[in-house]
């Protein structure tokens, strides 16, 4: 990422994407009291703008939460209907769910996620991929190693196939849950971007970033 770009509004958000390089792992930080749905709309406009493929990885019912949330916010929501989701737990489907996967142990879910996802991606494209609810993932471990061993997914993944990842994570119930987890997982991430208000409205900042 270039580091001229540190700060920006919501306006600002494409450009945020257009400085993110293929293969990245992106961490989007928020907090329950912003409309993080706001920035979830915003790269898909944008990667299909760009004629990118999106698949979206669904943790407990997230993505409901924020197709409810862009209704809210007068986004339209349809946006949705096509995109491709792996859903992993959760019963509520939005988009064109290709594969339910239940929550089992980290290497189970990692073979069982290719398997569902690899046939409906386009080599030849560049893959964008909204990571949604990990930290739920992360809080339902039920031991330090299995968080470390959900930790590494993420590099799994990334060396399994090119894409770029936007993991969105509610960093207060992370913190709240498992206090240690974030730092690792800011670490794993080539660019940290947190999500807040700017002038009564929606705005972000880079805390860190590698290129």
């Known amino acids: 990422m270039n580091a001229n770009i540190l700060k920006g509004f919501i306006k600002n958000f494409p450009q945020l994407f257009e400085e993110v390089r293929e293969g990245e792992t992106v961490l989007i930080e928020y907090s329950p009291i912003i409309n993080s749905a706001v920035i979830l709309y915003e790269l898909i406009i944008w990667a299909k703008e760009n004629d990118y493929q999106v698949i979206i990885d669904d943790t407990l019912d997230t993505l409901p939460i924020y197709k409810i949330k862009m209704e809210l916010k007068g986004l339209d929501s349809e946006v949705l209907d096509g995109i491709k989701v792996v859903k992993i737990g959760g019963a509520l489907d939005v988009g064109d769910v290709i594969g339910h996967l239940a929550l089992k142990e980290p290497h ?50 990334t060396s399994s196939f090119q ?34 208000r700017v002038n009564n409205g929606l705005g972000f900042s880079v805390k860190s970033y590698e290129f």
């Open 163 to 196: 894409r770029t990842a936007f993991y969105f994570v509610n960093v207060n119930a992370l913190e709240e849950a498992i206090p240690w987890a974030l730092p690792l997982l800011e670490e794993i991430a080539t660019t940290v971007v947190e999500l807040g």
């Open 108 to 157: 189970i879910r990692i073979k069982e996620y290719l398997e569902v996802a690899l046939p409906h991606l386009d080599s030849e494209k560049r893959i964008i991929n909204p990571v949604l609810g990990f930290e739920k993932l992360l809080i339902l471990s039920e031991s330090p190693r299995e968080v470390f061993a959900t930790l590494s997914m993420i590099l799994s993944f």
